[in-house]
């Protein structure tokens, strides 16, 4: 079954304590993305990888940190997490420029 | 600047009701894409409608319908005989080009969409 998958699903973690949320996709998508969302805000971009080892910042991308080793994972890293980092966070994994995108099914974050 | 906006941010309909939510857009690509997502209570994400725009033909997916209009950058979205199953939040997002040839997804602010027994 062609997916993205997440995990953790839900983390309560303390401010400062360095955490990683990882994505994989079993499509062999070259384009992944990360986004949070937040009430009244929508779904905010973070970081996106257009392929291995290429990855650049989006629209919200101070805090966190990317990396693209191999095609199929996309990990999210916060080296401290701060309470404001508290959201939900979805992947997302596309086969090319203008496809729609297949999102992860989130991970709940929050940051005492 | 790119922008989608949805104006409604939370609409209450008792089945059976039809109901449209609106979504707005700004561009000045003339090539781009406009989706619809739907948030259910579980969270999770599921792609409705991609639509370029390059074809503003309606759409109809049995209850769902897409109403695409350039000249007033709006891709209205409605569901005819609403049923409690259709409560969610709903996302319009408009893809534009970006740089290195990524194609970024703006998403509005979402509509959530209660339908009462």
């Known amino acids: 079954e062609a997916q993205v998958t997440q995990n953790p699903r839900y983390l309560i973690t303390v401010t400062g304590k360095k955490l990683t949320v990882t994505c994989s996709q079993n499509m062999n998508h070259e384009y992944m993305s990360w986004y949070r969302q937040d009430p009244g805000l929508g779904l905010r971009q973070i970081y996106y990888?257009?392929?291995?080892?290429?990855?650049d910042k989006g629209d919200v991308p101070e805090g966190y940190k990317v990396s693209r080793k191999e095609k199929r994972n996309f990990p999210l890293i916060l080296e401290s997490p701060s309470p404001n980092q508290t959201s939900l966070y979805f992947c997302?994994?596309?086969?090319?420029?203008?496809?729609?995108?297949?999102f992860g099914p989130g991970t709940r974050l929050t940051v005492t | 600047a790119q922008k989608v906006t949805q104006a409604q941010t939370e609409i209450s309909v008792v089945e059976k009701e039809d109901v449209t939510l609106d979504c707005v857009y700004e561009?000045?690509?003339?090539?781009?894409?406009l989706f619809w997502y739907k948030q259910p209570p579980s969270g999770e994400l599921v792609f409705l409608i991609r639509?370029?725009?390059?074809?503003?033909q309606n759409e109809i997916s049995g209850r769902y319908s897409w109403n695409f209009q350039k000249s007033t950058s709006s891709f209205n979205f409605t569901i005819t005989a609403s049923q409690v199953v259709d409560s969610a939040v709903y996302f319009c997002a408009l893809r534009v080009p970006f740089s290195g040839g990524y194609n970024k997804l703006i998403f509005g602010a979402g509509t959530r969409l209660a339908v009462h027994p």
């Open positions: 990888s257009m392929n291995v080892e290429v990855t």
């Open positions: 997302a994994s596309s086969s090319g420029a203008f496809q729609e995108q297949y």
């Open positions: 639509r370029n725009s390059f074809d503003e």
């Open positions: 561009t000045r690509d003339t090539t781009y894409y």
